[in-house]
């Protein structure tokens, strides 16, 4: 149990320093060569690269909500499920739900973080019968 509330309190500080938009400890929380998947497809690779894509997003915008549901914990790997709201410099939002899927390295670093997103406006496309009717708008970027 201590070791799940440990990995816990890491992933809380990682949105909390998206949340403050302040670099609370990055080297420490990633490990030198850990790997970093958002949902829409950018990788980073290395804590450094890590780093820099956290700095220099914070330019362009700023995370509003960043809310833990619940998570999963199973030997080496934890599962956070949450939402997540942020607004862009030009004031576009987005908001969506999602998981992280964490790996643990043997000194309790992130080696993988890897994020999965899920639109929060869900409908059913069969609600008005056996034909599907879709919603006629963009795709989410994930």
Same mark, same amino acid.
């Given at each position: 149990?201590?070791?799940?509330?440990?990995?816990?309190? &890491? #992933?809380?500080? /990682? =949105?909390?320093? !998206?949340?403050? *938009?302040?670099?609370?400890?990055?080297?420490?929380?990633?490990?030198?060569?850990?790997?970093?998947?958002?949902?829409?497809?950018?990788?980073?690779?290395?804590?450094? &690269? #890590?780093?820099? /894509? =956290?700095?220099? !997003?914070?330019? *362009?915008?700023?995370?509003?909500?960043?809310?833990?549901?619940?998570?999963?914990?199973?030997?080496?790997?934890?599962?956070?499920?949450?939402?997540?709201?942020?607004?862009?410099?030009?004031?576009?939002?987005?908001?969506?739900?999602?998981?992280?899927?964490?790996?643990?390295?043997?000194?309790?670093?992130?080696?993988?973080?890897?994020?999965?997103?899920?639109?929060?406006?869900?409908?059913?496309?069969?609600?008005?019968?056996?034909?599907?009717?879709?919603?006629?708008?963009?795709?989410?970027?994930?």
């Amino acid at each position: 149990m201590v070791i799940q509330e440990q990995r816990e309190n &890491k #992933i809380r500080r /990682w =949105f909390s320093m !998206w949340l403050d *938009r302040q670099d609370g400890g990055i080297g420490e929380l990633f490990a030198p060569d850990a790997v970093y998947i958002e949902s829409w497809g950018p990788e980073y690779h290395g804590m450094e &690269k #890590i780093k820099l /894509w =956290f700095d220099e !997003w914070n330019t *362009r915008g700023r995370v509003d909500r960043w809310d833990i549901r619940q998570f999963f914990h199973k030997e080496d790997q934890t599962v956070a499920e949450w939402t997540f709201r942020c607004t862009m410099a030009d004031g576009s939002t987005q908001s969506f739900d999602g998981l992280s899927l964490v790996r643990w390295n043997e000194a309790g670093q992130i080696c993988l973080l890897q994020e999965f997103g899920c639109n929060e406006n869900r409908y059913d496309p069969y609600a008005k019968g056996k034909i599907p009717v879709f919603r006629e708008e963009q795709a989410l970027w994930f």
